[in-house]
Nanobody, 126 residues
Framework: QVQLVESGGGLVQAGGSLRLSCVAS????????MGWFRQGAGKEREFVAG????????YNADSVKGRFTISRDDAKNTVYLQMNSLKPEDTAVYYC???????????????????WGQGTQVTVSS
């Protein structure tokens, strides 16, 4: 079992930055591919960014490429999402997720992730 706790959300103006954190507890953190997803009001949850167990493979959704960066600190059992040049359309609840023993180098489907955090709200004003 893994528990995931996100933090770092808030209200920011368009063009601003935020850094989200997700702390994992429970099983060995390095066993997991980690991902960030988001869900806007009335929308389906969508993939944002993922990082492999080693940290050597990172991948983003097209909508955030060049603006968002995922990273992990295994010593702190933490995965981060640095969000720059934020836009109003980035407004959503952001979720951290963990995939134990992933079957692929990149994991973007919600169904492939085993554990989820409770989410943190990000609101970008225009």
């Amino acid at each position: 079992q893994v528990q995931l706790v996100e933090s770092g959300g808030g209200l920011v103006q368009a063009g601003g930055s935020l850094r989200l954190s997700c702390v994992a507890s429970g099983r060995t953190f390095t066993s997991y591919t980690m991902g960030w997803f988001r869900q806007g009001a009335g929308k389906e949850r969508e993939f944002v960014a993922g990082i492999s167990r080693s940290g050597g493979t990172k991948y983003n959704a097209d909508s955030v490429k060049g603006r968002f960066t995922i990273s992990r600190d295994d010593a702190k059992n933490t995965v981060y999402l640095q969000m720059n040049s934020l836009k109003p359309e980035d407004t959503a609840v952001y979720y951290c997720a963990a995939d134990f023993a992933p079957l692929a180098a990149t994991v973007i489907r919600t169904a492939d992730y085993d554990y989820w955090g409770q989410g943190t709200q990000v609101t970008v004003s225009s």
